[in-house]
């Protein structure tokens, strides 16, 4: 029975791209040139309708059927406003920077696999542009490499606020690229292969990963993300603060550096940022949907009713959908999370992504050496045993201390001499030396005919 659900699809192989007709290519590398263009327009107008809809607002509705197009006039329109490029700006480099970044996000996605293979014009093959044994590190390669249009654009540029931006860019690519790619380590893993299609492929839940529990067999779950949770999770985190997007959008915080890196730029310069920035979302997006989604396969529940979900085109649906949740999650984590400090930030990415991520892949190394050599109820005993000694370890780790924390007194007592002058902690404002009377001889201001003296009952008062 799994034969037949399974030999619907026919999974490509790394010599089923070799024999590939040249204008059979060229059709697939024109195809996901305008499957990107599409989604990137579809994107933008789903991001600025799902956060209209998020803060009770319309959003646009004007351009198109229900403001539908709005994304393309946009598109349009910025190739033709006005260029104003500073004096200060290198040229040669201020013109390559948004080209590398937008050329980086197009050519990660050349081995992202869309489908099995199909039949077009009587030719067998398959939806993905190409193929090679190490694609997850051509798609890492490519998000590396895409910082460096950031920060070229902000040195380039000849200005402040963008330099403070390039330099955040890259300090932050550093931190969360290493997270990123310790979680795919997981996935090398249990996969056992770096090539995007055959990591599809394990993926295919054909019942042959089945679990021993004391004589109980059930079938581990076939997708990474269920079966590898913690690479998921941290991978999505990673992935947000790689592509810059809210809540890590620090290279670009408008409240601290106007615009971030792509301050100068306008016209065609900026929107080629603008597409990058939106391809970087898809590819991640595409890249999650490969590594722990099953890609083109349809979820379970379909599959258990429907034997050719995966064959033919179908799979290009059950792809697009997975990737549309996921770009969701982004839009969602924007319009519902604040801006993150920068120095929370970095500290998040360095001490808690990278040491979770190193115990989990150690945990998980242990566990595949011990089902590989142990068999047995000796299985179970070195399992309880690990898992006594680590909550050993974890209750009785020693608590760090906070430090007493100083008064406002000990602390300006501490300070250097020499040190600048320190405001009044009371928010009283002295009185100035250069009035002409002290504040506190003021007398208050009397109003009609009364007497000076306020004990007297007697006084005129005002007719």
Request: proline share 7%.
């Amino acid at each position: 029975m799994n034969t037949v659900i399974l030999g619907a699809a026919q999974d490509p192989t790394l010599q089923t791209f070799e024999n590939d007709v040249w204008w059979i290519t060229l059709i697939k590398l024109l195809g996901v040139f305008v499957v990107l263009l599409l989604l990137t327009l579809f994107t933008i107008n789903y991001e600025r309708k799902v956060v209209a809809r998020m803060a009770v607002r319309p959003g646009p509705n004007q351009v198109g059927p229900k403001g539908w197009l709005q994304s393309l006039t946009d598109g349009l329109k910025l190739p033709f406003k006005e260029e104003i490029i500073p004096k200060t700006a290198d040229r040669a480099v201020y013109f390559i920077a948004p080209v590398i970044s937008a050329t980086c996000a197009f050519t990660a996605f050349s081995v992202i696999p869309f489908g099995p293979v199909v039949s077009i014009f009587g030719h067998k093959t398959a939806l993905q542009l190409t193929d090679v044994p190490v694609s997850v590190l051509v798609l890492l390669a490519c998000s590396s490499m895409s910082v460096y249009g950031v920060v070229l654009a902000g040195w380039a540029s000849g200005s402040t606020y963008p330099l403070l931006g390039g330099l955040r860019s890259s300090a932050q690519m550093i931190s969360y690229e290493v997270a990123m790619g310790l979680s795919i380590v997981a996935v090398f893993m249990t996969a056992g292969t770096m090539s995007t299609s055959q990591i599809i492929k394990a993926q295919a839940g054909n019942g042959a990963s089945s679990v021993d529990i004391l004589g109980w067999n059930p079938t581990a779950p076939s997708w990474y993300a269920v079966l590898l949770l913690p690479s998921f999770i941290i991978y999505c985190i990673a992935a947000v603060g790689e592509t810059n997007r809210a809540p890590f959008d620090l290279p670009e915080a408008e409240s601290e550096l106007v615009g971030g890196f792509h301050t100068e730029y306008s016209s065609f310069k900026f929107a080629m940022f603008f597409l990058a920035e939106y391809i970087n979302m898809i590819t991640v997006s595409a890249f999650a949907t490969t590594l722990f989604l099953g890609g083109w396969r349809a979820p379970a529940p379909i599959t258990t009713f429907w034997a050719g979900a995966n064959s033919g085109w179908w799979p290009l649906l059950w792809w697009l959908v997975k990737v549309l949740i996921l770009l969701f999650g982004f839009i969602w984590l924007r319009a519902t999370l604040p801006r993150m400090r920068y120095d929370q930030f970095m500290r998040f990415g360095w001490k808690v992504l990278i040491p979770v991520n190193l115990v989990w892949i150690l945990f998980l190394a242990g566990v595949r050496v011990t089902n590989d050599r142990i068999d047995g109820g000796a299985r179970y005993l070195v399992y309880i045993v690990a898992a006594v000694v680590v909550l050993g370890i974890a209750l009785l780790w020693p608590a760090s201390k906070k430090p007493r924390e100083r008064s406002i007194e000990e602390q300006l007592a501490a300070r250097p001499p020499g040190s600048f002058p320190v405001p009044p902690m009371d928010l009283q404002v002295p009185p100035s030396p250069r009035a002409r009377r002290a504040v506190a001889e003021r007398q208050p201001a009397t109003v009609g005919g009364t007497t000076t003296d306020p004990d007297d009952d007697t006084s005129d008062k005002e007719v």
